[in-house]
């Protein structure tokens, strides 16, 4: 049994919808069985994280 938790903190969040988009994001038994490198091809539906670059020192 794979699992993870997850906490939120925050005012107005909307749990209904966060819990949707989590699902959502969520492998089925049959996605986590494909693996890694089949993973890599599905559609990520969270936005893009906004990195910022290495600096150098």
Known sequence: ???QDI???GLD???P???AALDGAA???AEL???PREWCTY???FP???VVPDRAD
């Open 1 to 3: 049994m794979f699992g």
């Open 7 to 9: 906490g939120f903190i």
């Open 13 to 15: 969040i909307d749990a």
């Open 17 to 19: 919808a966060l819990l």
């Open 27 to 29: 492998l089925d038994d």
């Open 33 to 35: 069985a494909a693996g």
């Open 43 to 45: 559609p990520d539906p």
């Open 48 to 50: 893009a994280w906004h």
